[in-house]
């Protein structure tokens, strides 16, 4: 199952919604201050958020759920950020707790993903200490022993199986 709770502060008061999508091809969430179009409805008076403003939905082939940012074809896009990163044209992929900014809101992405059992996982294998570092923790060394990872060697292993 995979699950996404927003939250975010509005007119001084805590706002949250949680969505689960345990089904193929479910319908993205669509944040914006347009009542009509939108899922996650901002109530946002200086009017910095768009009335259809980004939708997030989830892919099922990566176990990830993304951000797209549905101003991108106008004019003048309306930008979105997650963890600081501009987003216009480009799905940005939403790790735990990131942080998405729309106009002058702030909300936070809590998600969680369970990947199936029988998924085999791709990540870089340390040279030194052996270990594997998943691609969804990865960074440029190795979380174990430090040793950078910039010449390290794929590695595909299952879940339930020790990297």
Known sequence: MHKIALEWV????????????????????????????????IKDLAKTVSGL???????????TFYLRNLTKNRDKPNPAWVNGQKVVEEDTALKH???IQLGKMTLTANVTSDMPEDTPVNGLKCHVCGHVSPQSSLSLVC??????LASAPT?????????
């Not at 001084?12 to 899922?39: H, L, M, V, W, Y």
């Not at 403003?53 to 176990?63: C, G, L, M, S, W």
């Not at 979380?143 to 950078?148: F, L, V």
């Not at 590695?155 to 990297?163: G, H, I, L, N, S």
């Open 10 to 41: 509005e007119e001084g008061r805590n706002r949250s919604q949680a969505f689960t999508f345990d089904k193929p091809n479910e319908q993205p969430i669509r944040i914006g201050r347009d009542e009509r179009q939108c899922d996650v409805i």
């Open 53 to 63: 403003h980004v939708e997030i939905f989830f892919d099922t082939a990566k176990y």
């Open 97 to 99: 707790r990131a942080i």
């Open 143 to 148: 979380q174990w022993c430090g040793t950078s």
């Open 155 to 163: 590695a595909v292993y299952f879940p339930d199986e020790k990297p």
